[in-house]
Every structure is written in C-alpha cells, then in structure tokens.
C-alpha cells in the first residue's frame, strides 16, 4: 500500500525509460517488443505509483491497469504493426517517423468535429485552445496543461501527444479566455482540460483562473477541472509540494461564489483502493469542491457490470457523484477497445441494476458524437423494428435535448455513425459528415 504520508516527486516514464523498470525486465521478449513497437505510434507514459502499486504484474497482459496504461499489440493492425517493428529492427529512424505519421493520420485524430465544428471565433478569428460546441459550457485548453501524469492507451486526445504540431490545440495564455467570455453571456460553466491540468503547479494554473473571478464575469458559475491525476497520481492533491497551494486556490474559487467541479476520470475501482487515492477525495471534498466520476466503457479494462457497479458504490461511499458512463470515441486504436453498443447497454443495465439510487445519478452509455451527448435509453420492439431508443443530453441545437429518436437494432455497431435512423429519425444524427450551425450564437 502507499502510504498517505509518503511524499514522492513525480517523474514520468516514457518509452526511453521503462525498459529499466524491474517489472518490464521481467516480461516475455515478445510483450516488451509490443510496448517498443505500439509505442512509436501511439504515446505512452506512465509513472512509478501505477507501476508499483496500481497494477499487477502476476496478472499481465490481462491485468486491466496494465492493458489501461501500457501500449498492446492488438491497437494496431498487422500490416501496421509489421511494417513498424521492420523499421525498427532496421534502425531505418527517418522511415519510421513517417510511417507512424502516416498511421496517426488514418486514425481520426479529432473525432466529434473538435477542430472543425467546435473551435469558436471572436471578431471573425478563431480562437485556439478553446471549444464551444454547447451554449453553457467552453472547454479550455491551456498551453502548460497538455500533457497527463500517465496516458490511457486508448485516449480519445492522444492526437495532442504525439508530436504533430498541426494536430494541437492549446492556449498560452488565458486573454482570449477572458474576451470570448465578456462576449458571451450564455456561458455559465468553463471546463480546465487537456491533456490534464492538474498536471501544473499551482502558479501556473492560478495564471488562468484568477481572470475568471473578475465581477464582470459573474455569469460564469462554475469552474469544472476534467482530470485523471485523482487515479494516476493522487500525490498532486496530498503530497505534493503545492498540493495546500492548489486547494487553497480551489477555495478561492468558491469564496467568489462559483462552483468547483473536479470531473474525475475513473476507469476501474482499483483506482481507489490505496490509502492516498482515498484521501485525495477527501481532501478536495472538505473545502467544498464536488467530484463527479466518469470514464468510457473499454475492452480489456472495464468491459464487466462488476466492475462498475463496484467503482460506482467505491465513489459513493467516498461522497463522489457517478456521472456517466461513456462510449469510448470513434478514434486512435479503437478497433481494439471498442465494445459494441448493444453490449454497453447490457453491462450498464446489469451494473445499474446492482447499486442503490445514490449511484443512480450515473447516466450511460453516452456517446459523445458530433451531434451532441447521445444517451442510450434503451433497446425495443417498436412496430416490430428492433431499435435503439436513442436521446441528446445535450445538443449543438438545444431544441434536440430529451427528445427520443430511434436507430435500427445493430448487434455489431459501435459508434453513432454505426446506425441507420429508424421510424424517420434525422439523417443529420447519423451522418459524420452533416454541417451544423450553432442556433444559439
């Protein structure tokens, strides 16, 4: 166990460094050519409390921290797995960076329009680092926030950590922050993201909070901060140097009358079980700071009912708040992480099923599609057509919101763009490609 005392520094390990690691020396030759090879594509990092005290290595390859954290054989495809580990066994450095490039970019690297429907504009020029695809809530991405203190294998973002500048985004500073705000009045809720904010010191985060506290302001109400350090490194809310930095800065937040969401990315109840992670929650939770629990559903790693109905009952218990329960995004290595939509519903049902109505607050499976947040309600016989009974949680159009529609049944689908509208649902909702305007600008 680790010790809620134990005061460590973080130090990543990345693919330079986790050959020296005891465990991986441990490893069968072929699993260790696995990290070397997936790892020129897609980006690992991962740091010394998942390695020593989250996963098991008696377990691995199946252990659901290690598939989480540690890049698999199976994100790639053959052709692509072969043509990288020839590359690499020919020390051809030039070749391989291309080939990996050329990889990234069949892979859909910004799902959900993220650069092409949701990068908003202020005086007619867009406005990198943030998006507004909802009328109430603008994402930020701050500059110094866009790495994480360990990466999900299947990170739906992975595209920010790979080195291709041009499939960036972030901001350096918070100004345009600020104007775009002052502008629009609609906004109440600003969203930290990343990457993980938490991943900067205390000082570099006030420098883009502290602007939105201003009076002028006032309509912003709510600071949400989307991170996974609460599972990957709960030392930055405890032990850290800044760790009474940041929570004091947090209560600063909520002395100017806004609300501190921590929206925390929860994957496995494992994530919850030393000592520190527990009082990590606490700690925040006894200035007043709420943490809503959220993660997709994901092959390998959580693709069970007992498993969520167990993390669920772990964070109620801890005085968090289920949230959703999302589908993992259509992007990066999703052929190996997927799990069809009928099967998410099932394992919803039965977990939900399975734990009291203070759990009950999570919503799932969630699809977080170009169209908007789209619910899973449910499966059903209708005119005798099998359907998805399918609803927007939220909706680039608000007039969509809770209103049913409905998608033929398809046991294999596992993505939105999967389904074909039924009973006359807009083709629009099934269609990567429809435009969208934002009705509320």
Not at 90 to 114: F, M, S, T, V, Y
Not at 152 to 163: E, P
Not at 209 to 225: C, D, F, G, T, W
Not at 343 to 348: A, L, M, N, R
């Amino acid at each position: 166990m680790f010790e809620v005392t134990q005061k460590t520094p973080y130090q990543p390990i990345t693919r330079t460094t986790y050959s020296s690691l005891p465990q991986i020396q441990q490893l069968d030759p072929e699993l260790r050519e696995h990290i070397e090879v997936v790892s020129t594509v897609f980006p690992f990092r991962t740091n010394a409390y998942i390695v020593d005290h989250l996963i098991d290595w008696e377990k691995v390859p199946d252990d659901p921290i290690y598939q989480l954290t540690f890049p698999q054989r199976g994100m790639l495809s053959d052709d692509d797995y072969e043509t990288i580990a020839g590359l690499i066994r020919r020390g051809a450095k030039a070749e391989l960076q291309a080939a990996a490039d050329a990889i990234r970019l069949r892979h859909n690297p910004h799902p959900a329009g993220q650069l092409t429907h949701n990068v908003p504009k202020l005086d007619g020029r867009p406005l990198p680092g943030l998006q507004h695809k909802y009328a109430e809530t603008v994402l930020f991405f701050p500059s110094r926030g866009q790495t994480c203190h360990a990466y999900c294998s299947y990170c739906f973002r992975w595209a920010q950590f790979v080195g291709m500048q041009d499939l960036k985004f972030a901001a350096k500073e918070a100004d345009d922050l600020v104007r775009y705000l002052t502008a629009h009045h609609e906004v109440t809720d600003v969203l930290f993201t990343g990457g993980d904010p938490m991943i900067m010191k205390t000082e570099a985060l006030r420098t883009y909070v502290e602007p939105l506290l201003s009076p002028e302001l006032s309509h912003v109400q709510s600071i949400r901060i989307g991170t996974k350090a609460l599972a990957y490194w709960p030392q930055r809310f405890v032990t850290d140097d800044d760790a009474d930095d940041l929570l004091r800065l947090f209560e600063q937040i909520i002395r100017s009358g806004r609300h501190v969401a921590i929206m925390a990315h929860y994957s496995h109840p494992r994530e919850l079980a030393q000592p520190i992670a527990q009082r990590a929650v606490s700690r925040l939770r006894d200035i007043g700071c709420e943490i809503r629990m959220q993660a997709p559903i994901i092959r390998h790693v959580n693709d069970s009912a007992r498993a969520w109905a167990t993390l669920w009952r772990q964070g109620v218990r801890l005085g968090m708040i289920p949230y959703y329960m999302f589908v993992s995004r259509d992007t990066g290595p999703k052929n190996y992480f997927e799990v069809p939509l009928a099967e998410s519903y099932s394992i919803f049902r039965k977990a939900y099923a399975q734990v009291s109505g203070l759990a009950r607050t999570v919503r799932g499976p969630v699809m977080s599609a170009t169209p908007g947040k789209v619910l899973i309600n449910g499966v059903a016989t209708v005119g005798g057509q099998r359907v998805f009974v399918l609803t927007f949680l939220q909706g680039r159009d608000p007039a969509w919101v809770k209103r049913p529609f409905f998608a033929h049944y398809d046991p294999d689908a596992t993505w939105l763009f999967d389904l074909k509208p039924a009973f006359g649902a807009p083709e629009q909702f099934f269609d990567p490609d429809a435009s969208y305007t934002h009705v509320w600008r």
